[in-house]
């Protein structure tokens, strides 16, 4: 799936931090193949600045990260729970469509 910046940072921030060993592993691998290599930190411009990450938007062309069927669970679940609590923002929207409409 290729995801901009900003959805690989809201993805990141979604991930639970506890749960049972095989949902560890998975969140594990998943944040590793989020997370941004020094390249991608360089060629975006990515610094930040207090709390908040700035990048170039314009040199954003996304990654492609493949996520699979367990993985894709744990963050239909995440949406959900935040949806059900009516805790969803506008950076969630673009991942609620990508996972939650896809699925249903």
Known sequence: MLLKVLDRLTLLGLLPEKGDFLTL????KL????SFSEDEIQNL???QEEERIYWDQ??????DVQIGE??????VDSLKKLNEQKQLTP???NLY???VDKKD
């Open 25 to 28: 592993k998975i969140v594990r």
């Open 31 to 34: 944040r590793e193949d989020l």
């Open 45 to 47: 411009g990515i610094r």
């Open 58 to 63: 314009f040199a954003d062309n996304g990654k």
């Open 70 to 75: 367990k993985a894709t669970d744990i963050i």
């Open 91 to 93: 950076q969630h929207m």
């Open 97 to 99: 469509e990508s996972f």
